[in-house]
């Protein structure tokens, strides 16, 4: 028999080649929270998420260590069964705490709380609206639930209000899903306008603030820039400015119940390790103890924006749009060049013609090096 399974996998390798598409593994070594070693050079990144440096910040490192001597690698099974470790719930009342919930539940990554969230809470015969920017997993989970998916236009609450008009009436419950931080553009959802929506036509709102938090409100993330906002699920992750790995939802206590008992992702999948929650819960009080540490990356990406004359930044990303994969993926090989790394982002990450650099400013990054990186980048912007 021919083998057409590699067949297959190979016709699609060559066709996404074509069209400078194709994705590669680089073994990549990071040093500490701005330094990595790949292809045999040393660069300065700006192409991390680890927005406050703490993936290698000391206590979080060391607490990390110390819950794997006191309770092991790994969490052995699922919550339900034995995987609910003393440090889960611990670090669940103290996310409930950062963002002013009744409650929160733990889950493995941020693409496993949208895709469990989502479908546990809407189904056959609701409705959920999308932004059209939405990361991707927002989507997976939106599609896994069954109900109809709406997109709307980005951060257009026009938009989503005639779509409601046309599809709220004729569904049971309807859910409004959108990043508080665009992972790919770095603006911010209109949090308080979608709210505001919802509210009128009983439509729940779930954030993902996967890059907020930490570096938004003072650390507490997108919510709090919009303190009159009703936003029903937060959701974000520990993986990003937490320098650590996991995700979280909270909500209010029946809503957390209800996940902790019927999302799949929950139900069916190892409970996140130890030193995963460990390292969130020290980053945690790193945030707690030095809000000026969290005010930094934003800070840093205006300095970047204001020398290039680009949009003022609302986050720690920047994007440098550059339309063709293969545009993206030379400037890339120029800046890397000189020493930075900005990794080239390509459909279908974002849309078509739209491929570009996505530059992450971190707290630790140094003004030198940011002005060195804007005048690297300066060639680059199109008049
Ligand atoms: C990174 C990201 C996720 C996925 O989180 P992981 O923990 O990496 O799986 C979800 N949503 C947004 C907006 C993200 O940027």
């Not at 419950?173 to 959802?189: E, I, N, P």
Request: proline residues 5%; aromatic residues 4%; neutral net charge.
């Amino acid at each position: 028999m021919p083998d057409t399974l590699s067949a297959f996998a190979e016709a699609k390798l060559a066709a996404l080649d074509a069209q400078s598409l194709l994705r590669r593994l680089t073994p990549t070594r990071r040093d500490d929270g701005l330094w990595l070693q790949r292809g045999g050079r040393r660069l300065l990144s700006f192409s991390c998420n680890d927005y406050l440096n703490l993936s290698h910040h000391p206590a979080v490192k060391a607490a990390a260590v110390a819950a794997i001597a006191e309770y092991g690698a790994g969490a052995g099974a699922s919550r339900l069964v034995t995987g609910d470790h003393p440090l889960l719930s611990r670090l669940e009342d103290r996310l409930a705490a950062l963002k002013g919930a009744d409650a929160a539940c733990l889950f493995g990554s941020g693409y496993l709380a949208n895709t469990g969230v989502i479908p546990t809470l809407v189904g056959p015969g609701d409705v959920v609206f999308v932004d059209a920017l939405a990361h991707a997993c927002i989507w997976a989970g939106a599609k896994l639930s069954g109900a109809l998916v709406v997109a709307f236009a980005h951060n257009d609450v026009d938009d989503l209000a005639a779509r409601m008009a046309l599809s709220r009436p004729g569904a049971r419950h309807a859910l409004v899903a959108t990043d508080g931080v665009f992972s790919m553009d770095g603006d911010l959802a209109p949090i308080q306008a979608l709210s505001d929506l919802c509210q009128a036509h009983d439509a729940w709102l779930l954030t993902d603030d996967a890059h907020g938090v930490g570096v938004l409100g003072d650390g507490a993330g997108s919510g709090r820039t919009a303190p009159g906002a009703a936003i029903h699920l937060q959701m974000g992750t520990l993986s990003k400015a937490l320098g650590s790995y996991g995700a979280y939802v909270c909500a209010a206590a029946p809503v957390v119940d209800l996940l902790k008992s019927r999302a799949r992702t929950v139900v069916y999948s190892t409970a996140l390790p130890p030193a995963s929650a460990a390292a969130a819960l020290a980053a945690l009080d790193v945030i707690a103890a030095d809000p000026d540490l969290c005010r930094r990356p934003v800070a840093k990406a205006r300095a970047f924006t204001a020398s290039l004359g680009l949009p003022q930044a609302q986050s720690p990303i920047v994007p440098i749009l550059l339309g063709e994969a293969d545009r993206a993926l030379a400037a890339a090989r120029v800046l890397e060049d000189q020493g930075f790394l900005a990794v080239a982002i390509r459909p279908p990450t974002v849309p078509a013609g739209t491929a570009r650099l996505r530059l992450a400013f971190t707290a630790g990054h140094a003004d030198q090096d940011i002005a060195a990186l804007a005048d690297a980048v300066r060639p680059f912007l199109v008049a």
